[in-house]
């Protein structure tokens, strides 16, 4: 069973609507991360939060707000999407880089479909 | 540049059969992990196994293990009496500096 959870697993928006990704992680760690993936493709890094402070951001746009509210959470806002932004977002979490231990453990992931 | 390379897209086995995946990787760095993620068709990311680059000792999970050749750069997956569960995208990767840097992932079929 996965520690971190994801809402919702499945969402469609169209190009106006305002919505958010949830992840919540209950391994106390301190580093939390937001990636993309497109089917058959590896994830690509979006976002890097350490200590709830955003510490990476991939050159993402701007239609991509990510949030961190405390160590447990991570949000991430979504506004004015395009149908290219259609994917598997993933949200991971891990034990902060200066702990050694990078290793990073996967929620399921939100299906978005944006139309 | 640090880069991971899978050389196997797809492969297929019969159930009960060992399998090996390939993964060379090339990094400047002397301690990363290095990693082995399952992906099924739920598209849940799993980990499979991991090895710290400083311990010459392969590791081994159950059915799962690894070759880790730290001076070829090679780290490979062997699967044993391999199960219909198997089924998944295999993606390796390794983390150096907070980054996970992925190969393009073979996709592994188990046949009954």
């Known amino acids: 069973d996965t520690e971190v959870t994801q809402t919702p697993k499945h969402l469609v928006m169209g190009m106006t609507n305002k919505k958010s990704l949830k992840c919540e992680q209950h391994?106390?760690?301190?580093?939390m991360y937001w990636y993309k993936q497109k089917a058959k493709k590896p994830p690509e890094l979006m976002f890097v939060?350490?200590?709830?402070?955003?510490?990476i951001n991939e050159s993402v746009p701007s239609r991509f707000s990510p949030e961190c509210p405390n160590s447990s959470l991570l949000n991430l806002h979504l506004h004015a999407l395009q149908p290219e932004d259609s994917a598997l977002y993933l949200c991971?979490?891990?034990?902060?880089?200066?702990?050694?231990?990078?290793?990073?453990?996967f929620g399921p992931g939100t299906r978005l479909l944006v139309l | 540049a640090q880069t991971v390379t899978q050389s196997q897209p797809e492969m297929s086995v019969q159930e009960a059969e060992t399998v090996t995946l390939s993964c060379t990787y090339d990094?400047?760095?002397?301690?990363?992990?290095l990693f082995w993620y399952k992906q099924p068709p739920s598209r849940q990311m799993i980990l499979v196994i991991r090895?710290?680059?400083?311990k010459q000792q392969n590791a081994t999970e159950n059915r799962f293990s690894v070759n880790f050749q730290k001076a070829a750069k090679s780290f490979s997956l062997k699967i044993s009496d391999s199960q219909l569960g198997d089924t998944a995208m295999y993606f390796c990767?390794?983390?150096?500096?907070?980054?996970?840097?992925w190969g393009a992932g073979t996709k592994l079929i188990i046949k009954p």
């Open positions: 991971a979490s891990s034990l902060p880089r200066t702990s050694g231990d990078q290793t990073q453990y």
């Open positions: 391994m106390g760690h301190r580093a």
């Open positions: 939060y350490s200590y709830e402070k955003l510490s």
């Open positions: 990094t400047s760095e002397n301690n990363y992990y």
């Open positions: 090895q710290e680059a400083y």
């Open positions: 990767a390794f983390i150096g500096n907070y980054q996970l840097i």
